[in-house]
């Protein structure tokens, strides 16, 4: 395993430090997200929101879509005004822009196999602006355009069509191996222990999806990726089992040990437990005194927070009941 050489100069990090804890304050508490689940409609939500950072971006928006684009913009300027600024190692800030790379190729993907404008599936928060996304792949850098033709090759069927049914999982594979790439190259321990736990999540996530498709176990092997607590071996082993049983074995594992064995094998509840898990690691690291945790905690909380307020918005206007809603509510206060 790569040794990760652990990075805490207080010159580098202080200002950024002292710049996260008075923007920690204006994070959202539970009793925002409160009044937003007993808010009348969604009308009175965004007047609650009106007095947030969320306000001007909300402003005038009606739709689903319109919430989706007004906290991708929160979301990208909070990565040039403070993620790009905050003078972290050049591989922390590639970390996250990684990931909307891979989550764009993979709305390229989706939107091929669907027959679909690829526009519709592409978001602002990539190392590239999202109409080159959106465009021919002869317009992606270099880097990228590799990246996507090791992709397709590994989703292109005997037809020579996408198989749609395989996209989540190859892709999922090659950016949590990336992310971890990334991660230990960065000298930040934390960011390292992230990617381990992304490669968790992806890998559980995996497992419970495979498991109530009832795959067999031959095509489900090849959706493990290893670097996680638990190994794609263990993961084997599991799935002989019942999936009641193998819930009970897993909650004893690894990154999984004490959570709700019922929860972790609920699609409905998966991603709650699996936000519990990485916001207790997030309080852990905003207890860190100088070093890249604090601000690497606060901009994974603002994109928790943006979620979880995605959630009520677009539940709201789609008429999802209050205690829907309450139920997947992530604990991001």
């Known amino acids: 395993m790569s040794r990760v050489r652990p990075i805490y100069d207080p010159l580098r990090y202080g200002y950024a430090v002292g710049r996260v804890r ?3 304050t204006k994070l959202l508490k539970r009793s925002y997200f409160e009044r937003l689940l007993d808010a009348s409609d969604f009308a009175e939500q965004r007047r609650i929101l009106s007095e947030t950072v969320y306000g001007g ?5 009606l739709t689903a879509n319109d919430v989706e684009h007004a906290l991708d913009a929160g979301l990208s300027a909070l990565y040039q005004d403070f993620l790009e600024t905050a003078n972290l190692p050049v591989g922390i800030v590639s970390y996250f822009r990684t990931l909307h790379d891979y989550e764009n190729l993979r709305g390229r993907f989706k939107a091929e196999a669907l027959g679909i404008p690829a526009a519709e599936f592409i978001g602002p928060l990539g190392s590239v602006p999202a109409e080159v996304f959106a465009g021919p792949s002869a317009g992606l850098p270099r880097s990228l355009a590799a990246i996507e033709a090791k992709l ?3 989703l292109t069927g005997e037809d020579g069509s996408i198989v749609i049914g395989e996209i989540d999982a190859v892709v999922d594979r090659q950016l949590q191996a990336e992310l971890l790439s990334i991660a230990q190259g960065s000298g930040s321990g934390f960011l390292a ?7 968790d999540i992806r890998n559980a996530r995996a497992f419970v999806r495979a498991r109530i498709r009832d795959l067999p176990a031959a095509s489900a092997a090849r959706w493990f990726a290893p670097g996680g607590s638990v190994t794609p071996a263990e993961y084997a082993a599991l799935y002989k089992l019942p999936l009641a049983d193998a819930g009970n074995r897993l909650t004893a594992l690894g990154v999984f040990r004490g959570l709700d064995p019922e929860a972790l094998i609920d699609p409905a509840r998966f991603d709650v437990a699996m936000d519990s898990v990485v916001t207790r690691r997030l309080h852990v690291a905003r207890m860190v005194a100088i070093g890249p945790e604090p601000v690497l905690a606060y901009v994974l909380a603002r994109e928790a927070e943006a979620r979880a307020v995605r959630t009520l918005l ?3 206007l789609a008429g999802v009941s209050t205690d829907v809603l309450r139920s997947r509510l992530r604990d991001v206060a």
């Open 22 to 24: 008075v923007l920690e």
């Open 57 to 61: 971006s909300l402003e005038g928006a």
């Open 314 to 316: 677009v539940g709201k």
């Open 152 to 154: 397709r090759e590994a």
């Open 193 to 199: 222990e992230l990617a381990r736990l992304g490669i």
